[in-house]
């Protein structure tokens, strides 16, 4: 080693220690999840294989279902042995980066209606947008029929992250939809770094909004009469939420957030509250350099649980099935990155504990079937879909 490798390798060796030691991570009121013990009584068995980037399952009414893939193909299953049907009809779709096809769901009141609605991203590399389509599904041809871009994200933006896009029905006519901040450092919107766009009321970017079913902003939203505030924010301040769940008991609307590296979230959204992205964060530069010295501000909502390594989280359940009765009133949150679901112990609004269920593949949805038992998609090229059945 000669002088100049000698100089350099000191400081080399500290930031090593420091990315993996954990120790430089920001402290804060809300302790990090790391590991945690593994959930018991469960199995899982592969029910589909070779979907292509699946990102969505909806069940219709007779527990025929829908499988959305990213890379823009909308499937449809008689029942598990089934082959896919491909649906045609769909709106003309920008598949690139995190963007394509995303989020679907059936109407709750899909049997009068045969409504189903699609998030998606619209637009191109230089202008795009993530945007809810209705349609009417004619399941005897496997078509989407008088398809109607519902609501347009705005503004625009030129980068192919963050979209969010998860949707939520919250009543048998409205439903709440994530939109993520557009991107990471140093990717700008409109002039003006993407991630501020989060604390901006006259954006979407950043927000879960709360539309009816016809793309309207919901009646309870709190703030219609604002000047200069989009009317479609229900909260703000998120960095890219790709998991929401809604609790139809209590009336409670759960969400996992990504944060950039390390710091992701689950919060309890509450309306016309701020959940404090980019200003206060547990989380980093993918460089490992600090975002804010804050994790948390009066005026702010803190997080309910921090994960800090990474899950990356993606799908977000609230179990009310007969399958488990222990996991009752649980909610289940997949992992990207923690290749895994946490099952997430609730108290009426209190994170009392928190056990794992390793999948060992990257997981993009995890839903409730029909049936009682979890399903969970994974994300990957030749995605599978996975059923959690008891032991
Ligand atoms: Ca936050």
Not at 114 to 127: A, C, I, K, N, P
């Amino acid at each position: 080693m000669n002088e100049y490798q000698n100089s350099i390798a000191l400081p080399f060796t500290i930031i090593i220690i420091l990315l993996f030691s954990g120790c430089a991570m920001p402290e804060g009121p809300v302790p990090l999840s790391g590991d945690v013990p593994e959930a018991e009584g469960w199995a899982t068995e592969t029910v589909i294989d070779g979907l292509e980037q699946p990102w969505s399952i909806a069940w219709l009414p007779d527990s025929t279902f829908m499988i959305s893939e990213r890379t823009g193909q909308l499937l449809y299953f008689e029942d598990y042995q089934a082959e896919p049907m491909q649906i045609s009809g769909l709106p003309e779709i920008y598949v690139d980066g995190q963007g394509g096809l995303m989020d679907i769901t059936v109407h709750p009141a899909y049997l009068e209606n045969r409504w189903v609605f699609l998030t998606y991203s619209s637009g191109d590399e230089d202008s795009n947008q993530t945007t809810v389509a209705r349609a009417v599904l004619n399941v005897e041809d496997q078509r989407l029929e008088n398809v109607e871009d519902i609501f347009k994200v705005s503004p625009d933006k030129d980068s192919n992250q963050h979209f969010g896009s998860r949707i939520v029905w919250t009543s048998n006519s409205t439903f709440a939809l994530s939109i993520g901040d557009g991107g990471n450092r140093p990717v700008k919107t409109e002039g003006v770094l993407s991630r501020k766009h989060a604390q901006m009321l006259d954006s979407h970017l950043g927000k879960i909004l709360h539309l009816t079913q016809n793309g309207e902003p919901a009646d309870e939203n709190p703030f219609l009469n604002e000047r200069d505030v989009f009317p479609e924010i229900w909260s703000y301040g998120h960095r890219n939420i790709q998991g929401l769940a809604y609790d139809e008991e209590s009336g409670r609307l759960w969400a996992n957030e990504h944060g950039s590296r390390g710091g992701d979230e689950l919060n309890l959204i509450k309306p016309g509250e701020n959940y404090g992205w980019p200003e206060v964060t547990y989380s980093r530069e993918y460089w490992y350099t600090k975002i804010t010295s804050e994790t948390s501000k009066p005026g702010m909502v803190d997080p309910k649980v921090v994960w800090t390594p990474a899950q990356a989280p993606s799908g977000l359940l609230f179990y009310t099935g007969e399958a488990f009765p222990e996991w009752q009133g649980d909610l289940f949150s997949g992992g990207l990155q923690g290749e895994q679901v946490r099952r997430i112990i609730l108290d009426g609004e209190s994170v009392i504990g928190e056990e794992k269920i390793p999948i060992g593949r990257r997981v993009r949805d995890v839903k409730q079937g029909p049936d009682g038992y979890i399903y969970v998609l994974t994300a990957h090229d030749e995605g599978e879909l996975i059923r959690i059945i008891p032991e």
